[in-house]
């Protein structure tokens, strides 16, 4: 047993080198992940969330989603459209497929809630984990073989990774043991808004007039379904927060096919299904509004992305044209999740 005197001695030694204190950081990644409607992109980001939740000695990762479809306004304040065509006739419609159906407020607080906190806000319920998710053609071996090479990926990365807070750690005042990347895939609808026009320069060649809506302020509020201020400023809301931005393509066949698979969609205060030839006259022409600034010639029908357009953007595109399967689609998307893992981790 050790002498009085000499614990005495050892806590006043203790009390004059404290030890550094241990803590975890935590950093966080916001992926943005969008694509035609019935693309793939929820069916994508629960198989991202299977394989990579994992941790290794000083170094985890989670992965959440956040769905755009949570931020959806109450049923009875869905704009209403008129919409025509020779096949379905005119008549009225609710638009669950614009921009004026996002309680853009709401969806503004929970992704800077996330880049602040990196944890969802304490009220944040998702009605979209309760619907339901096609098949996806990813076997649960294939999703355990995944997993064998998330893991080993991770070990391998935490043997790598360069040592946190040298500053710290030489000063004795902290020292940082265990690193956590939280992961949130934002998977939405509507994340990459056309760019906004460039202000109008003044005569000495610069840009004049007040910030626009896009970047100033809260998110405005319009009654316009396809409010020009609101997509601006969604589009700054995303580019500044979501990186990577990935996107995955799909064709107008592809789009009503699987559509009209699907049971419908729980609401915020009931179900909807799709009425006859809502898809035709609404889903896929606000896609082509939105979207078009994205393919060759504004030809959204043509099908061809142009690369150089989205890559300026800084939105990466699933290779396939729509026609790649989950596996192939899967394997492309774990990629990107590396990159961003290690370019946030400094390997």
């Not at 159906?101 to 806000?121: I, N, Q, R, V």
């Not at 946190?164 to 939280?182: C, K, P, Q, V």
């Not at 949130?184 to 007040?210: C, M």
Request: proline content about 8%; overall charge negative; some cysteine.
């Amino acid at each position: 047993m050790e002498k009085p005197a000499s614990i005495t001695q050892r806590q006043h030694e203790d009390a004059n080198n404290p030890q550094p204190e241990t803590r975890r950081q935590v950093q966080t990644i916001i992926i943005g992940l969008s694509g035609p409607s019935s693309s793939g992109k929820t069916t994508l980001a629960r198989l991202l969330r299977e394989i990579t939740n994992l941790e290794s000695p000083g170094l985890s990762i989670s992965l959440a989603i956040l769905h755009q479809d949570d931020s959806y306004k109450t049923d009875k304040d869905i704009p209403t459209v008129t919409v025509s065509s020779a096949e379905f006739g005119t008549r009225d419609l609710q638009d669950w497929d614009c921009i004026g159906s996002l309680d853009l407020p709401l969806f503004e607080y929970t992704l800077k809630h996330l880049l602040a906190y990196g944890s969802l806000p304490e009220d944040s319920v998702s009605k979209e984990d309760q619907n339901s998710v096609p098949e996806t053609h990813v076997s649960a071996a294939d999703v355990e073989e995944w997993k064998g090479k998330m893991r080993a990926w991770l070990d391998d990365l935490a043997r790598r990774r360069p040592p946190g807070a040298e500053h710290e750690r030489e000063t004795g005042s902290l020292n940082i043991d265990t690193r956590e990347i939280r992961i949130y895939i934002v998977d939405g609808f509507l994340l990459y808004p056309p760019p906004p026009p460039p202000p109008p320069a003044s005569e000495s060649g610069t840009a004049s007039g007040p910030p626009s809506t896009a970047t100033a302020g809260a998110a405005p509020t319009s009654s316009d379904p396809h409010s020009q201020d609101q997509l601006n400023h969604l589009y700054t809301l995303t580019h500044t927060i979501m990186h990577p931005k990935l996107f995955i393509p799909s064709t107008r066949a592809q789009t009503l096919t699987r559509r009209a698979a699907r049971t419908g969609y729980v609401t915020l205060e009931g179900f909807w299904t799709d009425p006859p030839g809502y898809v035709e006259d609404v889903v896929w022409p606000n896609y082509r509004r939105y979207h078009a600034w994205m393919y060759e010639a504004g030809n959204v029908d043509g099908e061809i992305l142009d690369e150089e357009v989205c890559a300026r953007e800084g939105i990466d595109v699933c290779p396939g044209g729509g026609h790649w399967g989950m596996h192939q689609v899967l394997e492309w998307a774990v990629g990107r999740v590396k990159e961003a893992v290690e370019e946030k981790v400094g390997v």
